[in-house]
């Protein structure tokens, strides 16, 4: 199998300066699937409410997204809100509900727990622990996270660091993080707290990547109108994570390279629209020619 992912599966509701999308789906995993399906098989562990909309599991299906870690709990789906100003990079979250999140309790199946390549996406850091103790001998583990979490719950994070191989983190988040100001030695930090690589986002100024044998500096797309960059780290992970998955080794460094420029690419598409409306309408063709208008632009 391809890709376990656990995190959040959600109804939005998002304000930016080009209009509001109230309850739109959204959630950390449901952008990290529909990216990361673009290259590897993705299984979901996840719950929603009885109120989640059925159309919108459908929308995971139709696009051979496995549901069966998707459970249907009594009780209200995540519910996330925020608002954008003029500066989309940064955001504020202006209500979390964790709902049905509050009780869940992940078991894997027999098929799941033999997953090689698995995705903490940004989720309570005890759920994405629990979710990591059933799986048996994971190749590769990628770590997600968000300020709820690291003001809320930092020691089980902190915790759940130590057992994972990358961590993604944006500008904000690091420094939340760690207490340094100064984005190298943030990440250093982190790196000292387990994962040997961490994956700093910068919003419409892309994605710096560190390891202590190799540093990569990954542009964004140059987009000329985003609409909501709700997702877009989600969306970045999702492209990085399913490129990595569908190679034969992901240790390699120039495929890390390569991985990270998925990432940006795919989540070009994400911030073009609500919700997942523009990703999950990118085709493959237009994936390798955001991938190649990337490459000649940092040619030189
Ligand atoms: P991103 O813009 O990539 O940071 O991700 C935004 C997505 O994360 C939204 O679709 C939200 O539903 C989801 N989200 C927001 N806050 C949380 C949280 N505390 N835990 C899990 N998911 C969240």
Redesign the pocket.
């Known amino acids: 199998m391809g890709v376990l992912v656990v995190g959040?599966v959600?109804l939005?509701s998002v304000k930016t300066p080009f209009g509001e999308a109230p309850d739109a789906l959204?959630?950390?995993a449901s952008?990290f699937s529909v990216a990361a399906r673009h290259f590897a098989p993705v299984a979901m562990v996840a719950v929603v409410g009885e109120d989640f909309p059925q159309h919108h599991i459908d929308f995971f299906r139709a696009r051979d997204i496995d549901t069966s870690g998707l459970e249907v709990a009594p009780g209200r789906t995540f519910r996330?809100s925020g608002e954008y100003g003029h500066d989309f990079n940064t955001r504020r979250t202006l209500d979390?509900q964790l709902n049905v999140f509050a009780a869940f309790q992940p078991r894997l199946s027999a098929q799941h727990r033999r997953a090689r390549h698995v995705f903490l996406a940004?989720?309570h850091p005890e759920l994405q622990a629990a979710v990591l103790d059933q799986v048996e001998r994971p190749d590769l583990v990628v770590l997600d996270t968000?300020n709820?979490?690291i003001q809320g719950s930092r020691e089980a994070l902190v915790d759940t660091l130590g057992r994972v191989d990358i961590v993604l983190l944006n500008d904000e988040e690091v420094r939340m993080l760690t207490g340094e100001a100064h984005l190298v030695r943030a990440a250093r930090r982190v790196m000292e707290m387990g994962p040997p690589m961490v994956i700093i986002k910068k919003g419409e100024h892309g994605a710096l990547l560190l390891t202590r044998e190799f540093a990569f500096s990954a542009p964004a797309y140059p987009i000329e109108e985003i609409h909501d960059?709700?997702?877009?780290?989600?969306t970045f992970a999702g492209g990085f994570l399913g490129y990595l998955a569908s190679r034969p080794d992901w240790r390699e460094e120039a495929e890390i390279r390569r991985a990270a420029i998925y990432g940006t690419v795919l989540a070009s598409f994400t911030v073009e629209a609500f919700s997942l409306d523009r990703l999950a309408a990118a085709t493959p063709e237009e994936i390798q020619a955001r991938f190649q208008e990337l490459r000649r632009m940092v040619t030189f």
């Open positions: 959040s959600a939005d959204g959630g950390s952008y996330w979390t940004n989720i968000m709820f979490w960059p709700t997702g877009a780290g989600d």
